[in-house]
């Protein structure tokens, strides 16, 4: 008794691609991130800006980077001068960053001339 399959079952199809779409939705995630890992606080209003701004990052062990590159110790000053005086500077800082560090690194940028000094934050 042959019985002639008329009809294809797509239910293995529909799991494979549900397993693909997770597969890249969580590699896209991970990808999206920044290559700094940095636990930024939280705000309730938060700023957003249209240019492309210079992004000072600092670290929870207190490592500075400068759009994505290490800065040496004291060496915030040297890096800082090749942009221009006009332009915005977004500092990144990780929660548990002392104030104290978070401040001094602040008062250099502005020291440097450069007016338009923000805090990027995480919105609630």
Known sequence: ?????????????VDVMLVLLVIVLTT????????IPVNLAKAKEAGD??????????????????N??????????TVMLAHP???????RADKV????RFVSVVDEIRGLGFQSV???????
């Not at 923000?118 to 609630?124: F, I, K, M």
Request: aromatic letters at 2%.
């Open 1 to 13: 008794m042959e019985r002639e399959v008329n009809q294809i079952n797509v239910i293995p199809l």
């Open 28 to 35: 896209a995630t991970f990808i999206s991130t920044g290559q």
């Open 49 to 66: 800006h249209k240019d492309v701004p210079v992004v000072v990052t600092l670290t929870a062990n207190g490592d500075l980077f400068l």
């Open 68 to 77: 994505d590159r290490p800065v040496p110790p004291d060496g915030l000053k």
């Open 85 to 91: 005086r006009e332009s915005l500077v977004v500092v």
């Open 97 to 100: 960053t002392l104030l104290e």
């Open 118 to 124: 923000s805090l990027e934050v995480v919105r609630l």
